[in-house]
T-cell receptor
Framework: RKEVEQDPGPFNVPEGATVAFNCTYS??????FFWYRQDCRKEPKLLMS???SGNEDGRFTAQLNRASQYISLLIRDSKLSDSATYLC??????????FGTGTSLTVIP | EAGVVQSPRYKIIEKKQPVAFWCNPI?????LYWYLQNLGQGPELLIR????????DSQLPKDRFSAERLKGVDSTLKIQPAELGDSAVYLC???????????????FGPGTRLTVL
């Protein structure tokens, strides 16, 4: 079983729409959780960390559900510039990072 | 401040040839990672260094891949001999590691896109 599983999409949504991605992880001892963004032919970059209490950064909201072992990312009022691949990342002890396959998002004018 | 630097950005070689990639992490970052990323997939860890020590190389195909991080700074990843299936993007990342004291963000370099013909 993979450490991190994501729906690869693609998600094609119109501008202004709200879109949500989910990600599940297999190790209940996972410690830290992140969403990274990767533009086409570019390197991944941190979008936001995911805290147990949930956190929001502008139009982006991340949630963590430890009991069900999933994290989510909600994007409100989608912009064309949000088009990218969103990678779910989970860490274990000792700086072991595990990446999901990524979810592709295209925001359509 | 300079980010993670990698070279070359692109490399095209014939199968059975050797190839090497170089990475210079962000200054002060103790932890260095080499990842392989295939199209449509997330990065997959090849090796992780804490300073100059390789602490996780369980996914590194040791029959053909080797890596080193001399003096705990720059790192090189080598493939010898390369196979067709090695065509991918090789990403280097660095982080503060244990110095982060909490959430440890990884910073990625631009990657080396390898094509094996």
């Amino acid at each position: 079983r993979k450490e991190v599983e994501q729906d690869p999409g693609p998600f094609n949504v119109p501008e202004g729409a709200t879109v949500a991605f989910n990600c599940t992880y297999s190790n209940s001892a996972s410690q830290s959780f992140f969403w990274y963004r990767q533009d086409c032919r570019k390197e991944p970059k941190l979008l936001m960390s995911v805290y147990s209490s949930g956190n929001e950064d502008g139009r982006f909201t991340a949630q963590l559900n430890r009991a069900s072992q999933y994290i989510s990312l909600l994007i409100r009022d989608s912009k064309l510039s949000d088009s990218a691949t969103y990678l779910c990342v989970v860490t274990h002890t000792g700086n072991q990072f595990y990446f999901g396959t990524g979810t592709s998002l295209t925001v359509i004018p | 401040e300079a980010g993670v630097v990698q070279s070359p950005r692109y490399k095209i070689i014939e199968k059975k040839q050797p190839v090497a990639f170089w990475c210079n992490p962000i200054s002060g970052h103790n932890t260095l990672y080499w990842y392989l990323q295939n199209l449509g997939q997330g990065p997959e860890l090849l090796i992780r260094y804490e300073n100059e020590e390789a602490v996780d190389d369980s996914q590194l195909p040791k029959d053909r891949f080797s890596a080193e991080r001399l003096k705990g700074v720059d790192s090189t990843l080598k493939i010898q001999p390369a196979e067709l299936g090695d065509s991918a993007v090789y990403l280097c990342a660095s982080s503060l590691g244990i110095l982060a004291g909490g959430f440890d963000e990884q910073f990625f370099g631009p990657g080396t896109r390898l094509t094996v013909l």
